[in-house]
């Protein structure tokens, strides 16, 4: 059997904890410990004279190699393109998007740096496997040196409509990279057609009957995979953080009141500033519930280098202040919001103490947050998952109360809903939601993703 070749924008090596790591980094290290295989990758190092090879460490069956950027390559590259051109414009944030041609090139270079960095690790039988939107062009650069392996990407964040997607300068320069891979994979169904969509009305490509989408001269092929969690070992680490200190101070701090829990990284398509201004509206619609519950906000700092990041920061510290400062008293304040990072086990045992978990994103690829509340949860006590319905976790955990983030009014609502609901109808909705993240696991996922694209090439190769 071939080896699997893993590559991200990020490696998370075996001597660095996760914490708040990112869906991404978390389903890598938990799939590909289980089945071997090699992690490439950025380092999270910058130099201005890098290595001209790459450091490598083994643990169990995973390989890992990595790379060093330099400052410039990591701004024009990172800080630019990714993260204030590509990442506002796949979250539909058009009026955010700062484009330069000189961060595009240097995107661009750097892909063509992952590719020559990881030929030289390559052996002629691996299945390559890219991951997400910083490396949109790297299959491109491999075909481009002639690596001839099966080919698989995968888009962890949304793929908006032609509209939006045709704001972008050199577009087809991106997707042309892109199309190089054999299988391409979406979180959603939405974000599959928003692909097909471009295709057939933007490069006037053609998508067959059997799926397969013939497009920049290439036949490939492209489906959903919704990316799920290791349920049963989330499960697990939630019922014994109970004990941990951090879990004890909370519930401490609680006493009788009820936890609303909101884990995040601090980034604006979270919906975080609505969310605060939904538990205000609650508080004026519902007053039976001043006094009864607490949101705790975790927010881990994120991309502190753009300044729309820096701008959300104070506008959740002004909106926090401002509704703290309106609703408190001497024993209590409706919103606790916190900008650190905590570790992955802290943060399960919180979902378990919560009765109340909001994952409420302006738009999101798929959102692991909302899988893990529910995996944290006590079958015989339940709490209650608030979702929005831009959320692509919403097209599998429809038991959940689904939201419109946009409507203050409508998310206030299903907060009071929540805190009053119905033990047993918190159990019927849990078991639910339950049995489709533990059907639709990581492992679930990893399998569907590899095992197309391995038949992908078959059919190619008949």
Same mark, same amino acid.
């Given at each position: 059997?071939?080896?699997?070749?893993?590559?991200?924008?990020?490696?998370? $090596?075996?001597?660095?904890?996760?914490?708040?790591?990112?869906? &991404?980094?978390? @389903?890598?290290?938990?799939? &590909?410990?289980?089945?071997?295989?090699?992690?490439?990758?950025?380092?999270?190092? $910058?130099?201005?004279?890098?290595?001209?090879?790459?450091?490598?460490?083994?643990?169990?069956?995973?390989?890992?190699?990595?790379?060093? $950027?330099?400052? @410039?390559?990591?701004?024009?590259?990172?800080? %630019?393109?990714?993260?204030?051109?590509?990442?506002?414009?796949?979250?539909?944030?058009?009026?955010? *998007?700062?484009?330069?041609?000189?961060?595009?090139?240097?995107?661009?270079? *750097?892909?063509?740096?992952?590719?020559?960095?990881?030929?030289?690790? &390559?052996?002629?039988?691996?299945?390559?496997?890219?991951?997400?939107? %910083?490396?949109?062009?790297?299959?491109?650069?491999?075909?481009?040196?002639?690596?001839?392996?099966?080919?698989?990407?995968?888009?962890?964040?949304?793929?908006?409509?032609?509209?939006?997607?045709?704001?972008?300068?050199?577009?087809?320069? $991106?997707?042309?990279?892109?199309?190089?891979?054999?299988?391409?994979?979406?979180?959603?169904?939405?974000?599959?057609?928003?692909?097909?969509?471009?295709?057939?009305?933007?490069?006037?490509?053609?998508? /067959?009957?059997?799926?397969?989408?013939?497009?920049? !001269?290439?036949?490939?092929?492209?489906?959903?995979?919704?990316?799920?969690?290791?349920?049963?070992?989330?499960?697990?680490?939630?019922?014994?953080?109970?004990?941990?200190?951090?879990?004890?101070?909370?519930?401490?701090?609680?006493?009788? +009141?009820?936890?609303?829990?909101?884990?995040?990284?601090?980034?604006?398509?979270?919906?975080?500033?609505?969310?605060?201004?939904?538990?205000?509206?609650?508080?004026?619609?519902?007053?039976?519930?001043?006094? %009864?519950?607490?949101?705790?906000?975790?927010?881990?700092?994120?991309?502190?280098?753009?300044?729309?990041?820096?701008?959300?920061?104070?506008?959740?510290?002004?909106?926090?202040?401002?509704?703290?400062?309106?609703?408190?008293?001497?024993?209590?304040?409706?919103?606790?919001?916190?900008?650190?990072?905590?570790?992955?086990?802290?943060?399960?045992?919180?979902?378990?103490?919560?009765? *109340?978990?909001?994952?409420?994103?302006?738009?999101? /690829?798929?959102?692991? *947050?909302?899988?893990?509340?529910?995996?944290?949860? !006590?079958?015989?006590?339940?709490?209650?998952?608030?979702?929005?319905?831009?959320?692509?976790?919403?097209?599998?955990?429809?038991?959940?109360?689904?939201?419109?983030?946009?409507?203050?009014?409508?998310?206030? !609502?299903?907060?009071? +809903?929540?805190?009053?609901?119905?033990?047993?109808?918190? %159990? @019927?909705?849990?078991?639910?939601?339950? !049995?489709?993240?533990? +059907?639709?696991?990581?492992?679930?996922?990893?399998?569907?993703?590899?095992?197309?694209?391995?038949?992908?090439?078959?059919?190619? @190769?008949?």
């Amino acid at each position: 059997m071939s080896r699997l070749v893993v590559v991200s924008n990020r490696v998370i $090596l075996p001597s660095e904890r996760i914490q708040r790591a990112g869906g &991404l980094a978390v @389903a890598i290290r938990e799939a &590909l410990g289980r089945s071997g295989g090699l992690w490439f990758g950025w380092s999270g190092e $910058l130099s201005e004279t890098p290595e001209p090879t790459c450091q490598t460490d083994t643990k169990g069956k995973m390989e890992f190699a990595v790379f060093d $950027l330099t400052p @410039a390559e990591f701004d024009g590259y990172y800080n %630019q393109f990714a993260n204030s051109t590509l990442w506002p414009l796949f979250h539909y944030r058009i009026g955010l *998007v700062k484009f330069s041609r000189s961060a595009l090139q240097t995107y661009l270079a *750097v892909n063509a740096r992952f590719a020559e960095m990881l030929i030289p690790h &390559l052996k002629p039988d691996d299945t390559i496997w890219i991951h997400d939107y %910083q490396l949109l062009t790297l299959a491109g650069e491999l075909r481009k040196r002639g690596v001839t392996n099966k080919i698989g990407f995968f888009l962890h964040i949304p793929l908006p409509g032609v509209d939006t997607l045709a704001v972008l300068p050199g577009l087809g320069t $991106l997707m042309r990279g892109l199309a190089a891979a054999d299988l391409v994979g979406f979180q959603t169904e939405r974000d599959l057609q928003s692909f097909k969509d471009y295709v057939r009305q933007e490069v006037g490509g053609t998508i /067959g009957a059997n799926g397969t989408i013939n497009c920049f !001269d290439r036949t490939i092929e492209a489906g959903a995979f919704p990316i799920g969690i290791d349920t049963r070992v989330f499960a697990g680490l939630a019922e014994k953080a109970l004990s941990k200190p951090e879990c004890q101070q909370i519930k401490e701090g609680l006493g009788s +009141r009820k936890l609303l829990i909101a884990i995040d990284r601090l980034d604006y398509s979270k919906g975080i500033p609505s969310r605060f201004e939904a538990c205000e509206e609650l508080l004026r619609a519902h007053p039976e519930h001043r006094g %009864q519950f607490e949101l705790v906000q975790i927010a881990s700092p994120s991309r502190t280098d753009v300044a729309s990041y820096r701008d959300l920061r104070r506008e959740i510290d002004r909106l926090s202040g401002r509704i703290n400062g309106a609703f408190s008293e001497v024993h209590w304040a409706p919103i606790r919001y916190i900008n650190r990072t905590y570790p992955r086990q802290s943060l399960a045992g919180f979902c378990r103490m919560a009765a *109340v978990g909001v994952v409420t994103p302006l738009r999101d /690829g798929m959102n692991m *947050v909302a899988k893990e509340y529910v995996a944290a949860q !006590d079958p015989n006590d339940p709490g209650v998952l608030i979702l929005s319905r831009f959320a692509g976790a919403a097209a599998e955990l429809g038991s959940a109360l689904i939201v419109n983030p946009f409507d203050v009014d409508q998310c206030a !609502d299903a907060m009071h +809903r929540a805190l009053v609901m119905p033990l047993e109808e918190r %159990q @019927a909705r849990w078991r639910t939601a339950m !049995d489709t993240i533990t +059907r639709n696991d990581v492992k679930a996922w990893w399998t569907s993703f590899t095992t197309r694209l391995m038949a992908s090439q078959a059919r190619a @190769a008949a």
